[in-house]
């Protein structure tokens, strides 16, 4: 089983502040990382496919980087809609999930 | 566009077996380009993929709930379902269903969208 990492578990910060989210797999995954927003009791959202490609109507501020094992999502500049938890999940070797990163405001 | 609903009893006794259906609209569960996924996620706890279906029935599971899940699709009523037997408070969750991309050459990827959720409890 592939273990994703996410790093930090939360992250404080303040309206147009960059945010920078680390997801680390335990070996490589090639670039088969998605990463996901999650809102309280909402479902999960799909924000990045294949480590870099942003889904259908995700904002721009949004960005994904990063192949083999060590990942980021990038948030350029935080909008109040955007404080919430990411998730990233790999489909390298069967579906796993990273334990997530709460962005909550400063 | 399309929308997935999950539906099925809220509570489940231990031991019993939970069963879910997720009904799909605005969209085929027929088609050659997804596969239909589940996923639970337990109270204040991160997510976690059960299994997902192709609509021929091709199946993949979690390993760690493959001897307790069943997922089965009915393309006539265009839905696909859960089963989860032996159930203990340990499956007490939100469950959700989910359209998967899939991709001829590399297989099942992502999921979105997703539906609502429902959660399970399992109690006595």
């Known amino acids: 089983e592939i273990v994703l990492t996410q790093s930090p578990a939360t992250l404080s910060l303040s309206p147009g502040e960059r945010a920078t989210l680390s997801c680390r797999a335990s070996?490589?995954?090639?670039?088969?990382l998605a990463w996901y927003q999650q809102k309280p009791g909402q479902a999960p959202r799909l924000l990045i496919y294949?480590?870099?490609n942003r889904a259908t109507g995700i904002p721009a501020r949004f960005s994904g980087s990063g192949s083999g094992t060590d990942f980021t999502l990038t948030i350029s500049s935080l909008e109040p809609e955007d404080f919430a938890v990411y998730y990233c999940?790999?489909?390298?070797?069967?579906?796993?999930f990273g334990p997530g990163t709460k962005v909550d405001i400063k | 566009q399309l929308q997935l609903q999950e539906s099925g009893p809220g509570l489940v006794k231990p031991s019993e077996t939970l069963s879910l259906t997720c009904t799909v609209s605005?969209?085929?569960?027929?088609?050659?380009?997804?596969?239909w996924g589940w996923i639970r996620q337990p109270p204040g706890k991160g997510l976690e993929w059960i299994g997902s279906?192709?609509?021929?029935?091709?199946?993949y599971y979690n390993p760690s709930l493959k001897s307790r899940v069943t997922i089965s699709v009915d393309t006539s009523k265009n839905q696909f379902s859960l089963k989860l037997s032996s159930v203990t408070a340990a499956d007490t969750a939100v469950y959700y269903c989910?359209?998967?991309?899939?991709?001829?050459?590399?297989?099942?990827?992502?999921?979105?969208?997703w539906g609502q959720g429902t959660l399970v409890t399992v109690s006595s």
């Open positions: 279906i192709y609509y021929s029935g091709s199946t």
């Open positions: 989910a359209q998967q991309d899939y991709d001829i050459l590399t297989g099942p990827n992502w999921f979105d969208p």
């Open positions: 605005g969209g085929s569960i027929s088609s050659s380009s997804y596969y």
């Open positions: 999940q790999q489909r390298s070797n069967w579906i796993t």
């Open positions: 294949d480590a870099s």
């Open positions: 070996q490589s995954v090639s670039s088969y």
